[in-house]
């Protein structure tokens, strides 16, 4: 008969790659069918498991055990072991976005014990909706060598359309509205606008849309063209795209359509500018690369300086915004021509014209005479990463994470709730954040004013490295207060980092004053300060989320019979004790 190879499944998440490959592991060694993996190789599979788990890894042995597997596998009479990781971009984008390093390097030495195999006992298959290449653009050099480093021991196999054959998925999704259209004549007015464009009008894409821009209607041309380029860009490509044409959210293709704003008719398209709140205002800074970032800062920062000005206007910026995005690689040109193109209006109406010239009077746009170009004012020289990345580096050295945490992202107070109930006195718990270097300084203390407004206190010790967690440990071990509730992170985490981050990005503006009305750097300064305050939010969900990556402490002891209870739950369990004779 002929070979099988067995398949370990892996779905990619924000998270890190060696819980989830260590996870999956263990459930290979516990589902039924597993006869040919011995006790002795489940119970080292489960020891490293609790290893990882308690923040101990070493990617290197994670990759070994892989190996070992597969070497098992084929002894059983199986061709090896395939890992099949679908959605791994999650894991790049949480390498990106934390520069989790480790993400990176376990997926280099999968696929070089993968490559030793000449046998092909062990294969590691990645699915990803952009090349590896597009989830680096956002990171600092040292990232984008060790990104270099990972593309370089896999071959990409492509199965993204180019953008052209994707116009045959619109036509699709167009077919399946309803729409009552007069779509000939409508047509044979966008034909003859299309002439006098550049880009519709000649090459070897001139002949299919003279003959196509009817099967669209009523998405005006420049809309067909930017659709799965902007897709591609700042989306998931078709994924994305059919997120648009499906969509009933207001700034979605049905949603548009069934608007009563929308009217059927010869004169009623849906233009290129329609397309800017549904893939860019919602678009994450950090996701996608830099040029279109810095793109989409400066059009939030003209159309907020725009006020309340005719919608004509914004609908130029939006469409200058969305043109420059999709620009690169291609053969448009944002000219006055395909502006009011791709606008569906006449370039000689006055209307359009007084509007370009107020948007460059207001510095808005810019008009660049040796191209015939109008552009997005990029009016700022001001280098935002330099401004935070020098502002971090003064608080690496600010021990006291609390203050620099704004209070609106400190976690919420803890109720004793089961206590308060039983005895009738609300108890809860204060919180304090603070670093493992910061708590085993020499005279470190816990503010009184923390423990006069509550019953007790909840310090977190945030780690960076396994030093730091014997660090925190051997401190907490001294404090004795029964009043006081320590929890020390035992997975080494950035969010002390991060938090810095955020602080930084919030004091650039006092900073720099030379920045004055440089709207633009202060959308992108907004931009950074709303992801980092998402980031922190979500690492300090991820970490109380996941218990086993907390250690328990209170009163000088180790209570591992806390570490997965409530919070609520140990704050009862300490009051039980400390106010034990009170009402």
């Not at 956002?138 to 990232?143: D, F, I, L, T, V």
């Not at 915004?321 to 569906?344: C, H, K, N, W, Y």
């Not at 900073?511 to 980092?532: C, F, M, N, S, W």
């Amino acid at each position: 008969r002929e070979l099988e190879y067995k398949v370990i499944p892996i779905i990619g998440s924000r998270g890190s790659i060696s819980i989830s490959l260590v996870n999956a592991l263990s459930d290979l060694c516990e589902a039924e069918d597993t006869g040919w993996i011995s006790p002795d190789f489940a119970g080292r599979v489960s020891r490293l498991v609790d290893q990882v788990m308690a923040g101990i890894i070493d990617t290197s042995e994670i990759a070994r055990f892989y190996s070992e597997t597969a070497k098992l596998a084929t002894t059983a009479g199986n061709k090896g072991l395939i890992i099949l990781i679908d959605e791994f971009g999650q894991f790049l984008e949480h390498a990106a976005s934390v520069e989790a390093i480790d993400n990176l390097l376990l997926a280099q030495q999968l696929a070089e014990e993968s490559s030793r195999a000449k046998d092909g006992s062990l294969l590691l298959l990645t699915f990803l909706h952009q090349s590896v290449a597009h989830y680096s653009r956002s990171g600092n050099y040292e990232q984008f060598t060790e990104w270099q480093k990972i593309q370089g021991r896999f071959r990409e196999v492509a199965f993204n359309e180019d953008p052209e054959n994707q116009y045959e998925l619109i036509h699709g999704a167009i077919s399946s509205l309803e729409t009552s259209f007069t779509i000939k004549k409508w047509a044979e007015r966008i034909e003859k606008q299309a002439k006098q464009v550049h880009l519709f009008s000649t090459g070897p894409t001139g002949k299919f849309w003279s003959e196509s821009i009817s099967r669209f209607a009523p998405l005006h041309p420049s809309t067909v063209f930017a659709l799965p380029r902007l897709s591609a860009i700042v989306g998931q490509n078709q994924r994305t795209l059919f997120g648009f044409t499906d969509s009933n959210d207001p700034n979605g293709l049905r949603g548009i359509i069934n608007s009563s704003n929308f009217e059927p008719s010869i004169n009623s398209s849906i233009t290129v500018d329609q397309l800017f709140d549904f893939f860019l205002r919602p678009a994450s800074p950090v996701s996608i690369p830099d040029d279109a970032r810095r793109r989409i800062a400066e059009a939030n920062a003209a159309l907020d300086r725009l006020g309340d000005r005719p919608s004509l206007e914004s609908k130029i910026i939006k469409a200058l915004a969305v043109l420059s995005v999709v620009q690169p690689g291609t053969r448009l040109i944002t000219d006055e021509s395909m502006l009011a193109f791709s606008l569906d209006l006449n370039k000689s109406s006055q209307n359009f014209k007084n509007a370009l010239e107020q948007l460059i009077s207001r510095k808005l746009i810019v008009f660049r005479k040796f191209s015939s170009e109008y552009k997005l004012w990029q009016g700022t020289d001001f280098d935002v990463d330099f401004a935070v990345r020098h502002i971090t580096e003064d608080l690496l050295h600010e021990e006291s994470i609390n203050t620099l945490l704004a209070p609106d992202l400190k976690p919420r107070l803890i109720t004793a709730r089961r206590h308060s109930f039983t005895n009738g006195t609300a108890r809860t718990f204060g919180w304090r954040i603070a670093s493992a270097n910061e708590v085993s300084k020499k005279g470190y203390v816990i503010p009184s004013e923390i423990g006069s407004d509550n019953d007790g206190v909840a310090i977190l010790v945030l780690t960076e490295n396994h030093n730091q967690i014997a660090k925190a440990q051997n401190w907490a071990k001294k404090q004795t207060d029964k009043n006081l509730m320590v929890l020390i992170s035992t997975h080494p985490s950035d969010l002390a980092i991060h938090i810095k981050t955020l602080a930084a990005a919030q004091k650039v503006e006092s900073v720099y004053p030379v920045l004055g009305d440089d709207h633009v750097a202060k959308a992108e300064i907004t931009a950074r300060i709303d992801y980092q305050s998402n980031l922190v939010t979500e690492l300090f969900d991820h970490m109380f989320y996941d218990h086993a990556s907390l250690n328990v402490f209170w009163a000088g002891e180790r209570r591992r019979d806390w570490d997965n209870l409530p919070f609520s739950e140990v704050a009862s369990s300490i009051c039980d004790q400390v106010y034990e004779n009170a009402p």
